[in-house]
């Protein structure tokens, strides 16, 4: 229910005009959002790299209404690749040590037309390669599921540095991970999933998610998965998930080349540091843009105690 109410008002236009412009809002957003710039994002990435954290740079945007809008898009992240170049020398390969840029799809016009949207991406596809970096293509609502895991699968195997986001609280995500592993495409972010799912798509209990998401994982995890090329980001905060995994890794001999660890940006910054510290590769998303809105809707829909920290803003306003 607490996560619907945020959702809901994730989607509100008049209340995204209205609470955008409250001070105590904005402050406390930028506990999840690194700023309104460019700038901003590349001063957040420059700050995880001196503690051993690579970076996912994420314009914030979703749901353009016009080609212009999603041109626009595009053309922001090309931008934002050619500063991400400057972070070093990569390797044009499937994971890179610069940091990967986050797309949604429907920031580059999913929802105007199929190939438009496949044009955009294919162009910063085909400029994160040449600068030696990854794509990361998050996953949106169940409504854009089919429709981003065909885009995916038409690029991916003849572009090594495109990943795609899973959502572990779908029915459906076991079929995909044994499909896109069989495909020998299998670069996945395993998330738990952020939106507001009806129980005949999701599972509706924390627990059956949870224990979804370690299932995917140790399949990902598995020799054979891995023979396929399967590399998986665990991108959670969940303690219990990411010391089940250590275990795995360490029982199976997974090498640390195979995974990775993600995290949020303002999320449990003491684990991404003690992670990294002990040599595994952690990766921050790190979102940057005006359009932060729903994405701080989501992060207090994710919460219940986010919402204490927005009123402390108030508070001391
Ligand atoms: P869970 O919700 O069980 O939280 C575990 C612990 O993490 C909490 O006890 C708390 O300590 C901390 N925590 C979690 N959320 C917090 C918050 N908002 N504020 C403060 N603390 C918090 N989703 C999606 O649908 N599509 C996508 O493409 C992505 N992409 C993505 C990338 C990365 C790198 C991450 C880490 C997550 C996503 N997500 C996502 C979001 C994901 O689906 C999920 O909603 C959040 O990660 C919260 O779930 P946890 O796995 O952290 O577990």
Redo the contacts with the bound molecule.
């Keep these: 229910m607490w996560r619907g109410f945020f959702i809901s008002l994730s989607r509100n236009r008049i209340m995204k005009e209205r609470v955008m412009r409250w001070g105590f809002v904005r402050r406390a957003a930028s506990r999840?959002v690194a700023g309104e710039t460019l700038e901003d994002g590349l001063r957040a990435l420059r700050e995880l790299e001196a503690l051993g954290i690579r970076g996912?740079l994420d314009h914030l945007g979703e749901n353009v209404e016009s080609a212009a809008d999603a041109l626009r898009a595009t053309e922001d992240y090309l931008l934002a690749l050619d500063r991400i170049e400057t972070f070093g020398p990569g390797k044009p390969h499937t994971v890179s040590s610069l940091p990967h840029l986050?797309v949604?799809l429907t920031h580059l016009g999913l929802d105007i037309r199929e190939e438009l949207c496949e044009r955009n991406l294919r162009r910063l596809i085909e400029r994160a390669a040449q600068a030696g970096t990854v794509v990361e293509?998050?996953?949106?609502?169940s409504a854009y599921t089919e429709r981003t895991l065909n885009l995916y699968r038409r690029l991916a195997s003849s572009y090594p540095n495109v990943w795609i986001?899973i959502?572990a609280?779908l029915y459906r995500s076991r079929e995909d991970v044994e499909r896109l592993i069989e495909e020998g495409i299998a670069r996945i972010?395993l998330?738990?999933?952020?939106?507001q799912e009806p129980p005949h798509i999701a599972y509706p209990r924390?627990r059956d998610v949870?224990a979804n998401?370690i299932r995917l994982m140790e399949r990902l995890l598995s020799a054979e998965a891995r023979a396929r090329g399967a590399y998986v980001?665990i991108?959670?905060?969940?303690?219990r998930?990411i010391q089940h995994a250590l275990r795995r890794v360490a029982e199976w001999q997974v090498p640390r080349e195979a995974f990775e660890f993600?995290?949020?940006y303002?999320?449990?910054r003491d684990l991404q540091v003690a992670l990294a510290r002990q040599g595994f590769v952690v990766?921050?998303?790190v979102p940057y843009g005006t359009e932060w809105y729903p994405y701080f809707m989501?992060?207090?829909?994710?919460?219940p105690?986010?919402v204490w920290f927005v009123a402390r803003n108030l508070l001391r306003a």
């Design positions: 999840f996912i986050a949604k293509i998050d996953m949106e609502s986001a959502q609280y972010r998330c738990k999933g952020a939106y924390k949870d998401y980001a991108a959670t905060h969940d303690e998930i993600q995290m949020l303002g999320i449990r990766r921050v998303y989501r992060r207090l829909g994710e919460r105690a986010n």
